[in-house]
Protein backbone atom coordinates (compact mmCIF):
# COMPACT_ATOMS: atom_id res chain seq x y z
CA UNK A 1 0.00 0.00 0.00
CA UNK A 2 1.20 3.13 -0.88
CA UNK A 3 -0.25 6.48 0.93
CA UNK A 4 -3.07 6.80 3.16
CA UNK A 5 -3.31 4.45 6.20
CA UNK A 6 -3.63 0.92 6.86
CA UNK A 7 -7.25 1.84 8.56
CA UNK A 8 -7.95 4.87 5.40
CA UNK A 9 -7.82 3.67 2.34
CA UNK A 10 -9.12 6.08 0.69
CA UNK A 11 -6.21 7.85 -0.69
CA UNK A 12 -2.84 6.12 -2.56
CA UNK A 13 -2.76 2.95 -4.32
CA UNK A 14 -3.53 -0.55 -3.06
CA UNK A 15 -2.01 -3.35 -5.10
CA UNK A 16 -2.34 -6.38 -4.11
CA UNK A 17 0.42 -9.16 -4.15
CA UNK A 18 -0.62 -12.86 -4.35
CA UNK A 19 1.82 -15.74 -5.63
CA UNK A 20 1.49 -17.21 -8.91
CA UNK A 21 -1.36 -14.66 -10.69
CA UNK A 22 -0.33 -13.74 -13.87
CA UNK A 23 -1.46 -9.69 -13.07
CA UNK A 24 0.40 -6.94 -11.90
CA UNK A 25 -2.88 -5.28 -10.18
CA UNK A 26 -3.08 -1.40 -9.00
CA UNK A 27 -6.17 -0.49 -7.03
CA UNK A 28 -6.63 2.99 -6.81
CA UNK A 29 -9.32 4.91 -4.38
CA UNK A 30 -12.08 6.25 -5.23
CA UNK A 31 -11.10 9.75 -3.94
CA UNK A 32 -10.19 13.07 -5.44
CA UNK A 33 -6.88 13.35 -3.88
CA UNK A 34 -5.92 10.30 -4.24
CA UNK A 35 -2.07 9.90 -6.65
CA UNK A 36 -2.55 9.52 -10.37
CA UNK A 37 -2.41 6.33 -12.50
CA UNK A 38 0.37 6.38 -14.42
CA UNK A 39 2.45 3.64 -16.22
CA UNK A 40 6.24 4.86 -17.09
CA UNK A 41 8.94 2.46 -18.93
CA UNK A 42 12.96 3.36 -19.30
CA UNK A 43 12.62 1.53 -22.48
CA UNK A 44 10.90 3.41 -25.13
CA UNK A 45 8.35 1.59 -27.34
CA UNK A 46 8.86 1.51 -30.88
CA UNK A 47 4.93 1.01 -32.13
CA UNK A 48 2.18 3.13 -30.77
CA UNK A 49 0.41 1.35 -27.91
CA UNK A 50 -2.73 -0.48 -29.22
CA UNK A 51 -6.22 0.75 -27.67
CA UNK A 52 -8.96 -1.85 -27.32
CA UNK A 53 -7.48 -4.08 -30.24
CA UNK A 54 -8.18 -1.77 -32.73
CA UNK A 55 -7.10 1.69 -32.60
CA UNK A 56 -3.32 3.18 -32.08
CA UNK A 57 -2.64 5.78 -29.17
CA UNK A 58 -1.31 8.94 -30.04
CA UNK A 59 1.87 9.54 -28.01
CA UNK A 60 2.39 13.25 -28.00
CA UNK A 61 1.70 13.87 -24.63
CA UNK A 62 -0.93 16.40 -25.50
CA UNK A 63 -3.80 13.55 -27.40
CA UNK A 64 -6.46 12.74 -24.88
CA UNK A 65 -7.76 9.45 -26.16
CA UNK A 66 -10.25 7.24 -24.60
CA UNK A 67 -9.27 3.47 -23.45
CA UNK A 68 -12.63 1.20 -22.53
CA UNK A 69 -10.94 -1.89 -21.85
CA UNK A 70 -7.03 -2.43 -22.40
CA UNK A 71 -3.93 -1.44 -23.84
CA UNK A 72 -1.34 -3.91 -26.38
CA UNK A 73 2.21 -2.51 -25.57
CA UNK A 74 5.52 -3.70 -27.80
CA UNK A 75 8.75 -3.52 -26.61
CA UNK A 76 11.08 -3.88 -28.88
CA UNK A 77 14.21 -4.19 -26.51
CA UNK A 78 12.67 -7.39 -25.17
CA UNK A 79 10.44 -8.79 -27.88
CA UNK A 80 7.72 -8.63 -25.04
CA UNK A 81 4.37 -7.45 -25.55
CA UNK A 82 2.53 -6.14 -21.93
CA UNK A 83 -1.65 -6.43 -22.02
CA UNK A 84 -2.82 -3.06 -19.78
CA UNK A 85 -6.29 -3.41 -18.54
CA UNK A 86 -8.51 -0.81 -16.83
CA UNK A 87 -11.39 -0.89 -14.64
CA UNK A 88 -14.14 1.19 -16.01
CA UNK A 89 -13.08 3.49 -18.95
CA UNK A 90 -10.74 6.64 -18.88
CA UNK A 91 -9.13 9.01 -20.93
CA UNK A 92 -5.12 8.98 -21.46
CA UNK A 93 -2.34 10.68 -22.51
CA UNK A 94 0.53 9.51 -23.92
CA UNK A 95 3.96 10.57 -24.35
CA UNK A 96 6.98 8.75 -26.22
CA UNK A 97 9.37 11.67 -27.15
CA UNK A 98 11.80 11.07 -29.86
CA UNK A 99 14.85 12.19 -28.09
CA UNK A 100 15.74 10.96 -24.74
CA UNK A 101 18.32 12.32 -21.70
CA UNK A 102 18.27 11.72 -18.29
CA UNK A 103 15.80 14.24 -17.10
CA UNK A 104 12.84 12.86 -19.59
CA UNK A 105 11.30 9.70 -19.10
CA UNK A 106 11.33 7.77 -22.40
CA UNK A 107 7.66 6.60 -22.26
CA UNK A 108 4.66 7.15 -20.14
CA UNK A 109 0.96 7.01 -20.28
CA UNK A 110 -1.32 8.73 -18.06
CA UNK A 111 -4.53 8.88 -16.84
CA UNK A 112 -6.43 11.86 -17.07
CA UNK A 113 -9.62 11.67 -16.53
CA UNK A 114 -12.48 8.87 -15.21
CA UNK A 115 -15.62 8.82 -17.68
CA UNK A 116 -17.95 7.49 -14.79
CA UNK A 117 -16.40 8.84 -12.37
CA UNK A 118 -15.95 5.92 -10.46
CA UNK A 119 -19.72 5.44 -9.58
CA UNK A 120 -20.61 3.81 -6.70
CA UNK A 121 -17.60 4.64 -4.66
CA UNK A 122 -15.48 1.53 -6.47
CA UNK A 123 -12.19 2.20 -6.78
CA UNK A 124 -10.12 1.96 -10.05
CA UNK A 125 -8.35 -0.79 -11.18
CA UNK A 126 -5.58 -0.73 -13.38
CA UNK A 127 -3.47 -3.99 -14.34
CA UNK A 128 -0.65 -5.22 -16.63
CA UNK A 129 -0.09 -8.52 -17.88
CA UNK A 130 2.67 -9.98 -19.86
CA UNK A 131 1.36 -11.11 -22.83
CA UNK A 132 3.81 -12.68 -25.07
CA UNK A 133 7.73 -12.98 -24.78
CA UNK A 134 8.37 -13.67 -28.37
CA UNK A 135 6.50 -11.58 -30.20
CA UNK A 136 8.51 -10.67 -33.02
CA UNK A 137 11.45 -13.50 -32.88
CA UNK A 138 13.88 -10.98 -31.18
CA UNK A 139 14.59 -12.43 -28.23
CA UNK A 140 16.93 -15.24 -27.94
CA UNK A 141 15.99 -16.48 -24.67
CA UNK A 142 12.42 -17.17 -25.35
CA UNK A 143 12.63 -17.48 -28.92
CA UNK A 144 12.89 -20.67 -30.40
CA UNK A 145 15.25 -20.02 -33.88
CA UNK A 146 14.32 -16.56 -34.29
CA UNK A 147 10.54 -17.25 -34.80
CA UNK A 148 7.80 -15.38 -33.02
CA UNK A 149 5.71 -17.41 -30.43
CA UNK A 150 1.77 -17.04 -31.60
CA UNK A 151 0.29 -16.31 -27.55
CA UNK A 152 -2.87 -14.81 -28.79
CA UNK A 153 -4.82 -17.86 -27.19
CA UNK A 154 -3.05 -16.79 -23.68
CA UNK A 155 -3.77 -13.20 -24.26
CA UNK A 156 -7.60 -14.05 -25.17
CA UNK A 157 -7.29 -15.55 -21.78
CA UNK A 158 -5.57 -12.55 -19.81
CA UNK A 159 -8.75 -10.71 -21.35
CA UNK A 160 -11.22 -12.92 -20.56
CA UNK A 161 -9.96 -12.83 -16.74
CA UNK A 162 -9.12 -9.50 -16.16
CA UNK A 163 -11.89 -8.62 -14.24
CA UNK A 164 -11.32 -10.64 -11.51
CA UNK A 165 -9.69 -8.48 -9.25
CA UNK A 166 -8.39 -9.85 -5.79
CA UNK A 167 -9.89 -7.70 -2.99
CA UNK A 168 -8.13 -7.21 0.47
CA UNK A 169 -5.94 -10.22 0.55
CA UNK A 170 -5.16 -11.42 3.69
CA UNK A 171 -3.10 -14.78 4.72
CA UNK A 172 -5.02 -16.53 8.12
CA UNK A 173 -3.56 -19.84 9.85
CA UNK A 174 -5.27 -22.75 11.13
CA UNK A 175 -3.78 -25.14 13.65
CA UNK A 176 -4.73 -28.41 14.02
CA UNK A 177 -6.08 -28.75 17.88
CA UNK A 178 -3.67 -29.56 20.13
CA UNK A 179 -0.89 -26.99 18.70
CA UNK A 180 -0.48 -23.75 20.64
CA UNK A 181 -0.98 -21.27 18.14
CA UNK A 182 1.65 -18.66 20.45
CA UNK A 183 4.37 -21.42 19.70
Given amino acids: QWGGSQKDR ?9 RGIPYTTMRYPNDPHRVTPVIISQIPITDP ?5 RTNLTCDGVTSQT ?3 DMELYFIESDFTWLVFVS ?18 PFQIVVTDELDGGSGGEAF ?7 NNCTRGFNPEYCRRGRPADRSEYMSLLRR ?4 YPYDTSV ?3 YPDGINSDD
Fill in 49 to 53: PLIDG
Fill in 67 to 69: VSS
Fill in 161 to 164: HADA
Fill in 10 to 18: TQGMISPII
Fill in 88 to 105: RPVNVTCSSPSTVSETVV
Fill in 172 to 174: KYA
Fill in 125 to 131: TLRAALG
